[in-house]
């Protein structure tokens, strides 16, 4: 009897603790996560982004439901999300999930706010279908409305959120210039690089020559200049650095005309004024074994076919210096980049190199001339470490520090105008994003930009007799450990038949 008793109590403890459980779950939302990329933990951004909630915001989830497991299973991911930003928040996210495929009438109303359907294969009945899903949110804060059209698996889910939610709810955003007037890209040559700024900032274009307003801009960005800066105009600029405002700067020290094989230095009087701070642009390019190609055509027979050629001049960057700029970068592409150099003026000014070349990386000097069918050779790449890009801190006032980053490319954040524009690589503009950040002292979108690993190679850089070894060793070593398998169970066997037949039964 006591023992039943027992029993009895046993489980009436765990259902219990069952039950305490549930509960405690259900008012503290918290997730494990072994994730490398941690996309299952806030970062410090999202969880002030969500603190400084004063409002609440609203979420409508456009998800289609009965979708293959990959559909759904980023509708959970989204869902558990909420749950945490709406505890993070203090009941300041406010959310629910709508179907939009249960009417006709309903797609056309969740497409008229700007989320489109995307076809995505399913089997039913051993035969591999179409359907259309929706994975949108729209976001309401007051008269604000912010729509995600597509919303993406993995870390990048907390940034769209994240941000989205930031550009809503910030009322007051400080303005930032882009320096216009010199032959600079406009605003609409930069779609990407304004679609990320527009988070924090408004975006307007800037003209040196009206000193009055500049006061109205917390920091300037110049991309890309062709043309003159007058004396007037870096006069202005030197007053703008004086009173503690960040200057974001992506130069190109040389002209290069690719398909006429021209490349030529060139000169605006920009490069002047940031050699006075100890800022050298040199006249360079640098060549980098690491790089990316190009594409030329190879003429067979009467047919012409593109052919992809390594290009030194296109150097890839893996190598980042441990700053916030730079955090959480892995792989960004210049095309003909300078170096940078800095020649220290004072004690209170520091330079950190935040972009640099791999080790088997060189500069030439004008003149240079292309040679496509070039054989390069370690011979040809006898630096490493070069830098091409960095930012002066300048703390001779602790009360009104000064901030310069510069590039020595100008064209790795631009996308062009029409027929002409290319997308860039998402790490490109997360870099001069975090630039314009930390000159303009908001770097709070920084961590988040870069939560989403792209990827994670064995080693940065693999000679083709290493790479071989590896595509040889992943397929001999399953092998491998097969026939080693059987050769252990073959012996153990053969023991184990040795043993019974010596046994004595009598």
């Known amino acids: 009897m006591a023992s039943k008793n027992s029993n009895r109590l046993r489980i009436l403890l765990v259902l219990a603790v069952l039950v305490l459980l549930n509960f405690v779950a259900s008012k503290w939302f918290f997730r494990l996560d072994f994730t490398a990329d941690n996309r299952y933990t806030l970062s410090d951004a999202t969880k002030t982004i969500l603190s400084d909630l004063n ?4 979420i409508d989830a456009y998800f289609s439901e ?3 497991t990959q559909i759904d299973k980023s509708r959970q991911d989204f869902e558990d999300l909420l749950i ?7 009941g300041n996210i406010e959310y629910q999930f709508i179907n939009p495929n249960v009417s006709q009438e309903k797609e056309r109303e969740v497409q008229q706010e700007g989320i489109m359907p995307i076809s995505v294969q399913a089997r039913e009945r051993d035969q591999i279908t179409q359907k259309r899903a929706y994975l949108g949110a729209v976001l309401k804060f007051g008269d604000e409305k912010e729509v995600i059209p597509v919303i993406q698996p993995g870390a990048a889910m907390e940034y769209s959120l994240s941000s989205a939610i930031k550009k809503i709810a910030i009322t007051d955003k400080p303005k930032i210039g882009l320096v216009q007037g010199h032959g600079e890209p406009g605003i609409g040559e930069l779609q990407q690089f304004k679609e990320l700024m527009d988070i924090l900032y408004l975006t307007e274009s800037a003209d040196l020559n009206n000193a009055e307003a500049l006061n109205a801009f917390q920091s300037l960005v110049i991309i890309a200049p062709k043309d003159s800066f007058s004396v007037a105009e870096l006069s202005n600029l030197e007053n703008f650095y004086t009173q503690g405002k960040g200057i974001a700067i992506a130069l190109n020290r040389m002209d290069v005309q690719l398909q006429q094989g021209l490349v030529a230095p060139q000169s605006t009087g920009l490069e002047t004024w940031l050699a006075q701070k100890g800022i050298l642009v040199d006249e360079n390019l640098v060549i980098d074994a690491k790089c990316g190609n190009i594409t030329v055509q190879q003429n067979m027979g009467v047919f012409s076919i593109p052919r ?14 441990d ?16 170096t940078v150099a800095f020649a220290k003026q004072d004690e209170a000014q ?3 190199s935040l972009v640099r070349s791999s080790g088997n990386a060189d500069t030439q000097s004008p003149p240079i001339s292309f040679d496509i069918d070039k054989q390069w050779t370690s011979a040809d790449f006898r630096q490493r470490n070069l830098t091409m890009g960095g930012v ?3 703390m001779t006032d602790p009360a009104l520090p000064k901030r310069i980053v510069v590039f020595g490319d100008g064209d790795f954040v631009i996308n062009g105008a029409g027929q002409q524009a290319q997308g860039q690589k998402p790490d490109n503009l997360s870099l001069f994003a975090n630039a314009v950040d930390f000159v303009s002292g908001e770097t709070g979108l920084n961590e988040l930009r870069t939560k989403t690993i792209m990827s994670r190679p064995i080693e940065k850089e693999l000679t083709d007799g290493k790479r071989q070894m590896i595509k040889m060793a992943n397929f001999a070593l399953p092998i491998a450990l097969i026939v080693l398998y059987g050769i252990l169970r073959y012996s153990n066997n053969r023991r184990k038949r040795r043993n019974w037949m010596q046994e004595d039964y009598s």
Do not use: C, W
């Not at 945490?84 to 203090?90: A, H, P, T, V």
């Not at 700053?323 to 980049?337: M, N």
């Open 55 to 58: 409002d609440p915001v609203t």
């Open 66 to 68: 009965d979708m293959p």
């Open 84 to 90: 945490e930003y709406k505890n993070r928040s203090g």
């Open 308 to 321: 992809p050629i390594k290009f030194p001049y296109l150097p890839e960057i893996t190598n980042f210096a």
């Open 323 to 338: 700053h916030p700029i730079t955090s959480g970068l892995e792989d960004v592409s210049f095309i003909f980049a300078s």
């Open 350 to 352: 520091q330079f950190t």
């Open 392 to 394: 002066l801190e300048d």
